[in-house]
Structures are given as structure tokens and as C-alpha cells.
């Protein structure tokens, strides 16, 4: 088992991997000045970085040079930047505070903040395309993320999200919803590696069942810390789910039986990351550091 302190400073080195390739990749943005300020702005405020790290944490598994899947794991990060503009905009959610700092619509007002989500989008598909695009297994990847951030995930999850307000729904609807919003691209971080690397069809799919776990993880951590913590530690608003009458594994379970479910859940992840692979693998590092975190 690897030790927190290990693990943190694995996650940190590899956080900071990430943010240079992100840099380098915002200063090739070819776009008008007030477009690329949007974009930049928001996808390099900052954050976890999980996605890209799940994907750096797959590559490791599945024997891929961290060059080589260094693109792939910045364009995860720019999908789910587009995707958090979006879902802040007035006819989502309607937030004013991302990443610790105002959202793009309050910068760069509504427009703009679509352009910027709907660019990174395109962006990230392009890079795609241009590292992977080549073979048949880069385009199974490809069209693995494609997928998983589109209609049939995480855009079908945000729809749930949408049609769920005011709404009382059961715990197979929020999970099916969160499968989706959540789970979906968070699963296709762990398999577009393994597809790009031409692994067994076996080997994908427990990846598969992984990452819906660990995105059900990750919605109960929010759905607690949206009760318990505040807006200075979390870097958005708090609270929203109860002001907007948003169902919740807080709302339909309770707080204590959430936090249950969110230790079963943990230890089922911790239990798959030691047994399964390498001992003091990233992926290993990954689920300890964010089975702690407080934003």
C-alpha cells in the first residue's frame, strides 16, 4: 500500500506536469484576442486536474510513454473546462464562482463564455485528431472520449440534472444521472488509454466498472461538501443544491448514510488500485489522495 505522503507528492508531480503541457497548449491558441483571453482564463484557473491525472495513471498501466499520452490527457482537461463554462452559464446552474475565481460569463459575459466553451471543445477533438487520429486504435480512442462527453454521457447526464429539478427522483435515476455527468468521462479518462494501447477487451471493461465507481465517489464527496464545507474551500458556490431544489445522495439518503456509502465505496476502490495493479502505482496514489480531499 502506498503511503499518503508518497502518494501526494506523485499526484503534485504529475499535477505539475499537466499544468506546463496545458500553458504550452493555451500559447498556441490561434484564435481572436478576447476569444483566447476566455479560454485561457478558465482552463488554466486552476483545479484538481483529475481527469488528466486518471489518464497519465492509465497510460502508466497499460505500458504508454508519458509523451505520448500527455496531449490526451489535455484535451480530457479542456473537455471538462468547456464543460464547467457551460454548466456555470444562467441557463444551467447559474453560478458566479469556479476554480476560486469569478466564472467566464461573469468575465467575459454570456456569449463569450459559450464561444470559449464551444472552442475548447473543438480544440481538444482537433488535438485529438492530430496525435491519435492515425491508427485504428488512436481512433478508438478518440471516439471512446467522443462518446463519453456527448449525447449518450456526459451531455445526457446534464439533461437528467436539468429535467430532475423540483423534481423527486429515486437513487437509480441520480445514479444513472451521475453515471452519465460525472462517471462518463471520468470513465473514458481510464479506457481511451487502454483502447490507444490495443488492450484486451476484458482489461477495458474492468476499467470500465472502476470508473463509474470512483465517478459515484466523487458525486457523493460533492453532494457532502456542498452541506459541510464553504465557498472559500471548495472555490464555488456552496449550498446551491438545496437553493435550487437538486436531488442529491445527501437529499434522498441522509448526510450520515452518504458518508457510509462514500467509506464503502473507498475502500471497494482502494481494494481494486492494490490488487489489481502495480504496487505504488499512480492510479494507486490517485484514489488515496481524492478519497481525502476537501474541494
Do not use: W
Not at 484535451?75 to 454548466?87: G, K
Not at 429535467?163 to 435515476?173: P, R, Y
Not at 487502454?194 to 477487451?201: E, I, M
Not at 471548495?234 to 467509506?263: E, F, N, Q, W
Amino acid at each position: 500500500m502506498i503511503k499518503s505522503k508518497t502518494a501526494q507528492d506523485l499526484v503534485a508531480q504529475k499535477q505539475e506536469l499537466i499544468e506546463a503541457h496545458l500553458n504550452k497548449i493555451s500559447q498556441d491558441f490561434q484564435c481572436p484576442a478576447m476569444l483566447k483571453e476566455a479560454m485561457t482564463y478558465s482552463l488554466l484557473a486552476g483545479g484538481k486536474r483529475f481527469r488528466p491525472l486518471l489518464v497519465l495513471a492509465s497510460a502508466e498501466l497499460a505500458g504508454l510513454d508519458e509523451e505520448i499520452i500527455l496531449p490526451m490527457a489535455c484535451a480530457m482537461e479542456m473537455i471538462h473546462t468547456y464543460s464547467l463554462i457551460h454548466d456555470d452559464l444562467p441557463a444551467m446552474d447559474n453560478d458566479n464562482l469556479r476554480r476560486g475565481k469569478p466564472t467566464s460569463h461573469k468575465m467575459f459575459g454570456e456569449a463569450m463564455a459559450i464561444l470559449a466553451g464551444d472552442a475548447l471543445l473543438n480544440e481538444a477533438m482537433l488535438l485529438l485528431m492530430q496525435e491519435y487520429g492515425g491508427s485504428t486504435t488512436g481512433a478508438a480512442a478518440i471516439a471512446d472520449i467522443a462518446r463519453s462527453s456527448g449525447k449518450d454521457g456526459m451531455i445526457a447526464g446534464q439533461v437528467l440534472d436539468i429535467q430532475s429539478e423540483g423534481q423527486t427522483i429515486d437513487m437509480k435515476t441520480l445514479e444513472e444521472m451521475h453515471q452519465k455527468k460525472t462517471g462518463a468521462i471520468i470513465t473514458s479518462s481510464l479506457t481511451a488509454p487502454f483502447l490507444l494501447a490495443g488492450k484486451p477487451t476484458r482489461e477495458v471493461q474492468e476499467l470500465v466498472q472502476f470508473g463509474l465507481s470512483l465517478g459515484i465517489l466523487f458525486q457523493i464527496q460533492d453532494d457532502i461538501l456542498d452541506v459541510e464545507s464553504n465557498a472559500e474551500t471548495m472555490g464555488k458556490t456552496v449550498g446551491k443544491d438545496a437553493r435550487d431544489d437538486k436531488s442529491t445522495y445527501v437529499s434522498i439518503l441522509g448526510l450520515d448514510p452518504s458518508k457510509t456509502r462514500l467509506k464503502e465505496l473507498n475502500a471497494d476502490l482502494k481494494a481494486f488500485a492494490i490488487l489489481n495493479k502495480p504496487s505504488g502505482s499512480l492510479l494507486e496514489a490517485i484514489v488515496e489522495v481524492f478519497a481525502k480531499r476537501d474541494h
